[in-house]
Every structure is written in C-alpha cells, then in structure tokens.
C-alpha cells in the first residue's frame, strides 16, 4: 500500500493545505479553501468537501490541478481529486471520526485512519428534502408509510426486517430515508447507517483487496438502523461473495435486535438470489410495496412540490401535468422544475398548450427504449463538440471531463449495462469511476437547470430514435 498508514485525513489536509496557500490568493484561501475538509479517500480518489456549488466550481475550475499537486505531495503518491459539495448544517460527520456513542465502538479496535482505504464507506448522508412531512400519503402507499413510522418509534422491535419494494421513482429512497430522518430525531445516539447496496459491495471489494475486512464488518455491525437502499443490486451482480457478505451482515444485526430496512425493485421473491435462506429471511418481517398514486394523489404531490418552489400553479396546470405523467414521481418532478424553470426565466405562466409543449419529452421518456452505449457517446459528443474517441480516450481536460461524464451518466440510465461493463466501454475505467461520474451529474442535475436541460435534451434525442 504506498499511501501513509499513520496520518490523520485531517493532517494530510492541513499539509496540503500550506502548500496550496502559495499557490491561490488570500481570498480564496480565506473564502474557500478554509472551510473544506477531506470527506473521503480511496487510496486513488481524494474526495475534498466543500461547503457549496459555488466553492466547489471555484475551486475545481481554478485549483483542481494545484489541490491534485498538493494533496499529491503530502500523500506521497499520485492522486485523483473529486469535489463534493456537504452543506455545513447537514455535512455528514467524516466517515473516520469516532461514532457519537463511544462505548459503542468494540474494545481495541480503532477508527480508520486515511491510510486504510476502508474509511472510504461512510454512510451516504440522508437526504434532508426526504422527511415524512414532504411524503404525501396516499392508497398507493399508505401501507408502507405506516410501517415505516411504526419502525421509526421503535426500531428492532416490530416488522423486522421491512422490505419496500416498487417500480422506480415511486418514493422508496424517500421513505427510507424519513425513516432515518424520524429515528434520529428521537434516538439521537442510534448509528443510523444508509448505504446502496452498490456501495456495500463496493465497500467489500475494497476492503477485501486491501486485507481490512475485520473493519469492514466492525463498522457495519455496529449499526443500530441499517438501511439498505437497491438491494436488487447484490441479487444482479455475479459472483456469491456480496450476496454472503450482506447476508452475514443481515442475521449478525437481525439477531441481536438491530433493525433492518431494505429497499428493492422488486419483491424478495423475484430477486434473483442464490441462498434461500437469505430470501426467507428477506420476507420474514414485513414486506410493502408501493405503487402507481393516482391522479389525485401526484396532482396533491405536484401541488406540496411546487409550495416548497414557491411557485403558485394554477389547478388546470396541475391536473394536465399529473394526467401526462402517470407511472414515475421523479419523472412528474422533473417536468414540474421545467415549469418552474420557464416561469422564472420568462416571468410569466406558461398557457396550456405551452405546459403541454414543456413537457412533452417527459412523457415521451417514461417508454423505455434501446439505446446503445456507442449512440451514446456520438450524441454527447456532437452535442458537447468533442470528439467520440477522446470521450472514451485518457485525456482529462475540464469538457472531456465533463463529456465523459455526461455519456456515462446517460449510459447507466438508459442501457441495462452493469457499472463494470459502462466502465469497460469507457477505456476501462473502473466501476468506482463510473459511480462517480453519475452520482457527479445526477447531483448538478439536481441544482443546476442548465444541467437538467442538457440531459433531458439528450435523453429524448436518444430515445426519440
Ligand atoms: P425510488 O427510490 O422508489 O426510485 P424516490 O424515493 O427516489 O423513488 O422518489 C422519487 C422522487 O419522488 C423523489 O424526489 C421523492 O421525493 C418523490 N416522491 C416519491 N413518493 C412521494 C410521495 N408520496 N410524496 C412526495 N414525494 C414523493
Ligand atoms: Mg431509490
């Protein structure tokens, strides 16, 4: 392992970070550089938190080239840098600080250091918008509401392990993670943990190749609420290593009352899983689905969105959105944020007819279509004027980046193609990579309405075809 075992995250930063005082002006040091913090490291990608998008395109279109040089001395060997925006009121704790709870940190076990690579797998922050106040509750899914609020007041006691499981975009990510949100407002020492199941395998992986897979299993086992987000994903993947290592994971905390919560696109029935007994185990508390709402309901749900946008729409609006889109609530969102998006660039409500237009490639995108990684790569070539070779080439400057990571954004949304297999196709880049680049879009596309029309642009370019 060439990358120091001994020093803290928080020494190698503060390295770093008197270097990189020489290289930038008072004000960006003051303004910027000041409140950043390392929030995750690989043993190859430094991931540097800054407070926000501003300070995190500052930093990255200016300095990436100065921190990567700088970070690259203190650590003794090459590295990547990746910006990550953590607000400070919601900034995660990093994941190398001690649990708030010492006395439930093992005896003789010390936390991660940035030398070991496990330290890289701290618990996804739980999204704030994701609470049970901006969940509207409704037949579709009135069930599994209600089962997660009884495990929310009291965690391991009832309806253990409870599964959710529905189509895309129908608000399982939101429950589960207002479930979280719920238990920590009452249990604020409980270690709520929520992971993808893509993160706990890459955990694994990384954990196994570098020889720390005590820790691996230390930290994960010292979960109170474990929540499992795309658990279809360890069903996907080849190989019975995760499915053993989740299952391990599962009975160590079922058994000693810890609750556990899993998310899925499809029922525990339907997962493709090797071990039958993980399966029983799967069904063996509750399991809810979630389903389409109906017209009322993503009416009431557009109506609670654009309140929190400030944005008043009229009902006829409303209604013509929610009878366009009917199977998807993240689809029916991203049509709302076109709206919205029109109204405060034009200053005015859109007609009818407008909104129909608006939204036209929202509906159309629910159909899902075919569409090759190759096509891909041609479209968000020519669209971003770079050439098809270059995306899939080494070269790393700022539009390549971005280029890159816009095809590999479209190719795991729109090609069934694994994050090895997208990686592959990319130079052979590897699937950490490939996570990076679309957890990069997904999160601009979330913020920036520049983003959200490119990719929406391509998306019905491509699926148009
Ligand atoms: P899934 O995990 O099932 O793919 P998400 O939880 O990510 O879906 O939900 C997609 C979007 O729809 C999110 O922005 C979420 O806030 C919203 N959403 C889903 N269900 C509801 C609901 N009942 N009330 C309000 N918003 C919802
Ligand atoms: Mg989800």
Redo the contacts with the bound molecule.
């Keep these: 392992m060439a990358h120091s075992a001994t020093a803290s995250s928080d020494e190698i930063w503060a390295r770093a970070l008197s270097q990189l005082r020489s290289h930038v002006s008072a004000a960006t040091y003051e303004g910027f550089l000041r409140q950043t913090f390392i929030a995750d490291y690989d043993g190859n990608t430094v991931v540097i938190g800054v407070p926000n998008a501003f300070a995190r395109d500052w930093l990255e279109r200016r300095h990436l080239g100065d921190i990567r040089d700088c970070l690259g001395v203190a650590l003794g060997h090459p590295v990547e840098v990746l910006m990550e925006v953590f607000p400070v009121e919601t900034g995660p704790v990093p994941s190398w600080l001690p649990p708030s709870s010492s006395a439930s940190t093992p005896q003789g076990e010390s936390e991660p250091s940035i030398g070991c690579p496990y330290d890289g797998f701290g618990a996804s922050r739980l999204n704030p918008?994701?609470t049970f106040e901006?969940?509207?509750?409704?037949d579709c899914?009135r069930f599994a509401h209600a089962a997660a609020m009884q495990v929310a007041k009291a965690p391991g006691e009832s309806y253990n392990p409870l599964f959710i499981h529905?189509k895309?975009?129908?608000?399982?990510?939101?429950?589960m993670q207002a479930l979280g949100h719920l238990v920590h407002q009452r249990f604020p020492h409980a270690q709520v943990m929520y992971v993808s199941a893509e993160d706990f395998v890459n955990h694994m992986i990384s954990a196994i190749r570098e020889n720390t897979v005590d820790a691996f299993r230390a930290r994960y086992r010292r979960v109170d609420v474990w929540l499992v987000?795309d658990i279809q994903f360890i069903a996907a993947i080849e190989g019975p290593a995760s499915e053993e290592e989740f299952f391990h994971t599962f009975n160590t905390l079922y058994e000693t009352n810890k609750q556990v919560v899993i998310?899925s696109d499809a029922p525990p029935r339907s997962l493709r899983l090797m071990n039958e007994r993980l399966r029983s185990r799967l069904e063996m508390g509750i399991v809810a689905d979630?389903r389409c709402?109906d017209v009322e309901t993503r009416v009431a749900?557009l109506e609670?969105?654009a309140a929190a946008e400030r944005i008043e729409l009229s009902r006829d609006v409303l209604e013509l959105v929610a009878k366009r889109i009917e199977s998807n609530?993240?689809v029916?969102?991203g049509a709302l944020t076109k709206i919205c998006a029109y109204i405060s660039l034009t200053d005015q409500m859109p007609s009818l007819a407008q909104v129909e237009e608006l939204i036209a490639d929202y509906s159309s995108a629910i159909n899902e279509s075919h569409v090759s990684m190759p096509e891909i790569v041609d479209a968000v070539a020519e669209r971003l004027g770079v050439s098809p070779d270059d995306i899939l080439g080494p070269k790393r400057h700022k539009e390549l980046s971005w280029a890159r990571q816009v095809a590999i954004y479209l190719c795991r949304e729109l090609t069934d193609g694994s994050l090895a297999a997208i990686g592959h196709f990319f130079g052979g880049r590897d699937h950490s990579t490939v996570l990076h680049s679309y957890n990069k879009v997904a999160e601009l596309l979330a913020e920036d309405r520049r983003v959200l029309f490119l990719i929406n642009e391509l998306k019905s370019q491509l699926t148009a075809q």
């Design positions: 918008r994701y901006n969940f509207v509750v409704a899914n529905s895309s975009g129908l608000g399982k990510t939101h429950l987000d998310a979630l709402p749900i609670k969105k609530i993240r029916l969102e």
